[in-house]
């Protein structure tokens, strides 16, 4: 789409990023949060239309507030200064012209801190390219094997073969995750998020990715909640059971996968959502 010229495309998003909450997030993964979180960037509109999204109310709508890569660098300078350990930005694809400028920017006024790279994975090499050397941290879902879950429930033909192909990529720039005092540095951490009825096919994927490295930290979620429209597609309409949870860890671990993140399900959250609703999150 030619966003200056007034396009917007599938994902409704203009040629200026919209930013839905700038905000310290404690909930990710401990090598990213360190002591005090990561300094998250979260944007409207999303290449994906997942019907169990867990953000739809920024995914799917406008309504944040517009910045400049100049403006926003400065943010990225903030969290910086509150003691984060990385800053990261979330769902970033749609913008990510306007991203790659921000963290130049803001690597020209200071910003040592590692930048996280926070995606579905629904994403090309192309793009990816342009962020070489750029982003220091990639985190991308792996969310579907099969080409026709991906389309019925998140509406994104050839899904698989782009993770897989942009994954391939994202490794080849910053390799295995690397770490100085408990706190990544660098490099890739995979994401995948299990789901009812196995309609992820997390042994397939697992198995992808051991293929690539069995050293790539993989965050095995268990955090599935039928919201948004999940109701809506039975296979959706409940939640992860415990066994489910937990025969993906043991495909994991037979797997040889040695980097692995467990998320108790009794202890996931009901959803990750930041407060949107703070008058303080947005400056500048």
């Not at 920024?58 to 350990?85: K, T």
């Not at 990385?86 to 040592?112: C, D, M, W």
């Not at 941290?137 to 509406?155: A, H, M, N, Q, T």
Request: aromatic share 10%.
């Amino acid at each position: 789409m030619d966003r200056d010229a007034g396009e917007t495309g599938y994902c409704g998003a203009g040629s200026v990023m919209e930013v839905a909450s700038l905000t310290i997030h404690r909930g990710e993964e401990p090598f990213l949060t360190g002591a005090t979180g990561v300094g998250n960037v979260f944007f409207n509109h999303c290449s994906m239309n997942c019907v169990y999204c867990q953000n739809h109310q920024i995914s799917r709508f406008s309504g944040g507030v517009e910045y400049s890569p100049d403006l926003l660098a400065n943010e990225l300078l903030v969290f910086q200064e509150q003691g984060c350990s990385t800053v990261g930005f979330v769902s970033p694809g749609h913008y990510l012209p306007q991203v790659a400028e921000t963290i130049r920017k803001a690597k020209n006024k200071g910003l040592i801190v590692p930048v996280i790279w926070n995606s579905n994975g629904y994403e090309t090499v192309e793009a990816l390219l342009t962020l070489d050397g750029l982003v220091d941290i990639y985190l991308p879902d792996f969310k579907y094997w099969s080409d026709g879950y991906s389309r019925e429930y998140s509406d994104t033909p050839g899904y698989p073969e782009a993770a897989r192909t942009s994954i391939r990529e994202m490794y080849r720039q910053t390799g295995a995750l690397k770490k100085k005092n408990g706190i990544a540095t660098g490099g890739l951490c995979i994401r995948h998020l299990v789901l009812p009825n196995d309609i992820a096919e997390t042994e397939e994927i697992l198995s992808f990715i051991a293929s690539l490295s069995k050293e790539i930290p993989v965050s095995l979620m268990s955090q599935y909640n039928p919201l948004y429209r999940a109701e809506e597609f039975i296979l959706l309409s409940r939640k992860v059971r415990p066994s489910e949870y937990w025969k993906a860890v043991e495909i994991a671990e037979k797997l040889g996968l040695s980097n692995l993140l467990i998320q108790e399900p009794d202890s996931a959250p009901d959803n990750y959502l930041p407060d949107f609703n703070r008058e303080d999150v947005f400056k500048g």
